[in-house]
Every structure is written in C-alpha cells, then in structure tokens.
C-alpha cells in the first residue's frame, strides 16, 4: 500500500459558522495505478488532494505512506516527504514568471541539495520527454497553456516521486491540449510506475483511471 487515508475530516471557518467540507473520506492508493478523482466542483477534491500531500493538515484522521504516518511527521520531515516523495501538479501552472521552463523544474531539485549541473540535466530529460525540450529556454508567459502544464508536470516529476497528485490539470486547457495531457498521465505511469492521483470532474478524463473514486457529501463513494 503506497496511501492510505483514513477517515479524513475537514472544515473551514465561514462567517459565524463552518463548512464540514471532508467527512470521513477514505481511500487507498498503488503505486503503478492510474486513479481518479472525481465530483462536483466545491466538493472537496482540492482540499482532499491538499490534505493527501501534507500541505494542509486534516481536522482527523490519519494518512499513512509506505506505512509512515505523515500526521506525526514533525516539519523538516515534512518539508523532505513533500519534497521528495510527492509530485504536486495544479490546476494554475504557478510557474515562476522570472525563471525559464527548465530553470522552473530544476528549483525542487535545488531544494533538496542536488547539484546544479545534475538538476539541470534532469531537468532538460524531463522537457525532452515531454516534448517542450525546444522551449526550455522560454518563460512562462511565452509557453502555451499546455505547454504551461507540462512544465508543470515536469517541475512535479523531478525528484522521483512515487505519487503524483494532479489538481484538475486539465481545467484550463482546450479539448487537444487537455487529450493530450491525459495520455502523458497514462504514459507516465506506464513508463515509470509512479503512482498517479487526478482530481477532475472531466468526464474523458474520468474514463482513464485503474481506480474511479467519487467524492460526494464529504465521503469517498467507490
């Protein structure tokens, strides 16, 4: 078992009151599987996928990777397990404007303490692999969105990840764009074995996944 979220609760302040947004949503995840995400937009899979990568912290529950709870990691582990362990893709590419493509996805291998020569190495496989190798030296304002995205995935993969937690990726893509990013998912989880999360509500996308969880009502409806 690479994730295992049990029982998850969360909820946010409004107003004079609160949002229970999570109610005990649960879910497993492989390494190797290609799953899926799914429900309404405000449902809670931004939030969900938030919790499952340790930048938020659940109300209760417990989230266990490779058997570890990340709920007890105290913050340098934390920072080494988000790092490190997993791959981030949002829905806004939130690259940085003042860097290039491949200076963009070399900045989380930086931030572990690889070498700048070996990051950027990687960094120009990466781009390659993914078909932007000819655009590595453009910014971020002079990419197309799908070409936005997949420096995105790019930046995600760096570092090795066994799970990639992907934010509807395709939410501000056009329809070839958005086909186009679904097969890279399949492909890399094909090729690598990495682990693989989508959070949409695109039907297409919905059909590509090994797993299909829905969250409805703050729980995960399999």
Do not use: C, W
Not at 15 to 40: C, P, R
Not at 127 to 155: C, K, M, T, W
Request: aromatic share 6%; net charge neutral; glycine share 8%.
């Amino acid at each position: 078992m690479l994730l295992d979220a049990e029982n998850i609760h969360k909820k946010f302040q409004s107003g004079d009151g609160f949002i229970e947004v999570l109610k005990g949503a649960s879910l497993q995840l492989e390494k190797g599987d290609l799953s899926i995400l799914s429900g309404q937009s405000g449902s809670g899979k931004s939030t969900f996928l938030y919790i499952l990568a340790g930048l938020i912290k659940p109300d209760s529950g417990d989230i266990r990777f490779d058997g570890e709870s990340i709920n007890e990691f105290r913050l340098e582990k934390l920072d080494i397990f988000r790092n490190s362990k997993i791959g981030f893709v949002f829905q806004m590419h939130h690259l940085m404007p003042d860097f290039t493509a491949v200076e963009n996805v070399m900045i989380p291998a930086l931030i572990k303490g690889i070498s700048r020569d070996q990051s950027y190495k990687r960094a120009r496989e990466l781009l390659s692999d993914l078909s932007i190798f000819h655009r590595i030296d453009h910014y971020p304002n002079q990419l197309s969105g799908g070409e936005q995205q997949r420096a995105a995935v790019a930046r995600a993969l760096i570092n090795s990840p066994e799970l990639l937690l992907a934010d509807e990726p395709t939410g501000n893509l056009d329809k070839e764009n958005a086909d186009s990013l679904i097969k890279l998912f399949t492909k890399l989880v094909d090729t690598t074995g990495v682990g693989v999360l989508i959070a949409t509500h695109n039907p297409d996308l919905a059909k590509t996944g090994k797993k299909l969880f829905r969250l409805s009502e703050g729980r995960i409806m399999t």
